[in-house]
């Protein structure tokens, strides 16, 4: 404000601050966080206060949780929240910020209904329905922040049809603004900043900055009455939906021709199971790593290099190579029982993959923050998708020639890619979803014949992609755990499919996991205290491989031997030990090799001390 600059300052609401927070390890299951709010509220309060005091006129409050589906006793929560705040927020405007779904009727009543709050923000694009609950009322003399413009894809906005909206909510919102549907931190920032996309898709695009510009126009139009023609864009946004249609450069009738149908593998998993031992031949509790070795300095140079052509192909085959050969040696020294080549050569367990693949494009410089300081350049995808050649085989062959053990393949699966990438949005996300199971499937395949007996395919994204409101799960669930199944209907029995998740609540989608089918599940459990084996103490019954992972890699912390057997044991008593694997939480890349070493060698030593005394229980 300083600068002379209105600023609005953003708060996270006070109920979904509490809805959306975790009680601290060792809490009784029955505590309440919402009766937590009488403590936070006078926080509030101060800070707020503060606020008016330095001179803000608007205060923004996101309440995100209100597209849930929320009981009445945590609607009641908001009411109450808000008429305790009501003194403090006199004389502020007051906006209430809602995104990512549909907001359901009775959440609605309650927004509007709060006390203090003189302005409501919704998403539009996400929430269709919504639409229709503001037309059918809104209150008088209050504002409506309508979320028109898509804050969480990449897509130049289709400017005539926001401007229809627009014109049928004039008449029902006394006081109308144009907004994003979310905040801008999930799209890319500038494609001022992209020199090297193709034009024609660069002219479908609109990054954060490019949004701002499309809010300010649909404004522009709204207040002038003038249409669109009459506003001049700095580059060519308006590309519409029906060009993307056109797009349809390698048709993929299979794909949509998918969906309602059942596909599996014909043998049942135990069965695979022991056709797979007979081949591998594993000892009880084997051990494994789920893919990535640390990522160097040296080797980001390398690739870099090597994509600016600054060293041959040669050279980069031959640094590439190496690398895996340290990361394979290392891994017969630690005795590991199935190896994995490190991913040495992967910018990205996503990017990488899109950079292979037809119907993607991919940006230089769309870096998205995905966790803490770590970010990611999502690629876009914006027509069918194909393979046109193998992707892995080359490193993976490679890999396995420099050992006698079992040499994993590596893959991310259908769910992940589509749920990290920027998605076309003119067909079903299920429909994208096929094609790339489809395009996975062929390369699994193509592992199969090039010797691999064992490939992982990763579902990190599969939960995080669950739709908020519990009417919309079991659709998603079906498709993209029928997506993850196509991609290894081909192989034979004894191939061992793995598949690898993290990153999540996992217990209350565990039947979809089931449903899967992969031979063995690699799977986050230390990071997020072991809450995973609850389901199997609860009674849920599984049968296939299962990897608990023993040890949280996102830490720089070295667990010791005893921790680690501890967690196994603990594991040995829900779950039958021949199904057990010991494995890490996750990928290693974010590691330095003086942390993984340690962790990995007491991983194995921890293995083997249960694996004695399991064989002199007998
Ligand atoms: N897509 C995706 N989403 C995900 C995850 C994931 O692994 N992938 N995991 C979870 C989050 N975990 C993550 C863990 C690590 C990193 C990570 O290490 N990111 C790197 C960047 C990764 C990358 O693409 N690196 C490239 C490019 C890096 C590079 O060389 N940069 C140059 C400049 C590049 C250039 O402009 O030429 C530089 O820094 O000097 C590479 O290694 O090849 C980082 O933040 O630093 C990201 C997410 C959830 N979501």
Sequence with gaps: MQLGVDTVPVLVGPVSYLLLSKPAKGVEKTFSLLSLLDKILPVYKEVISELKAAGASWIQLDEPTLVMDLDSHKLKAFTEAYSELESTLSGLNVLVETYFADIPAEAFKTLTSLKGVTAYGLDLVRGTKTLDLVKAEFPKGKYLFAGVVDGRNIWANDLSSSLSTLESLESRADKLVVSTSCSLLH???????????????????????????????????????????????????????????????????????????????????????????????????????????????????????????????????????????????????????????????????????????????????????????????????????????????????????????PMKGMLTGPVTILNWSFVRNDQPRFETCYQIALAIKDEVEDLEKAGINVIQIDEAALREGLPLRKSEQAFYLEWAVHSFRITNIGVQDTTQIHTHMCYSNFNDIIHSIIDMDADVITIENSRSDEKLLSVFREGVKYGAGIGPGVYDIHSPRIPSTEEIADRINKMLAVLEKNILWVNPDCGLKTRKYPEVKPALQAMVAAAKALRTQLASAK
């Design 187 to 405: 799209t890319a920032v500038d494609l001022v900043n992209e020199t090297k996309l193709d034009d024609e898709i660069k002219s479908w695009l609109a990054f954060a900055a490019q949004k701002v510009v499309e809010v300010n126009a649909l404004a522009k139009a709204l207040a002038g009455k003038n249409f669109l023609t009459k506003i001049s864009f700095p580059c060519p946004l308006i590309q519409f939906a029906a060009e993307l249609i056109c797009l349809n450069i390698f048709p993929f009738p299979q794909a949509a021709g998918l969906k309602g149908s059942e596909h599996r593998r014909a043998t049942n998993v135990s069965a695979r199971l022991d056709a797979q031992q007979k081949k591998l031949n594993l000892p009880i509790l084997p051990t494994t790593t789920i893919g990535s070795f640390p990522q160097t300095v040296e080797l980001r140079r390398v690739r870099r290099e090597y994509k600016a052509k600054k060293i041959s192909e040669e050279e980069y085959i031959k640094a590439i190579k190496e690398e895996i050969k340290k990361v394979v040696e290392l891994q017969e020294e630690l005795d590991i029982d199935v190896l994995v080549h490190g991913e040495p050569e992967r910018n990205d367990m996503v990017e990488y993959f899109g950079e292979q693949l037809s119907g993607f494009a991919f940006t230089v410089n769309g870096w998205v923050q995905s966790y803490g300081s770590r970010c990611v350049k999502p690629p876009i995808i914006y027509g069918d998708v194909s393979r046109p050649k193998p992707m892995t085989v080359y490193w993976s062959s490679a890999a396995q020639s420099m050992t006698s053990r």
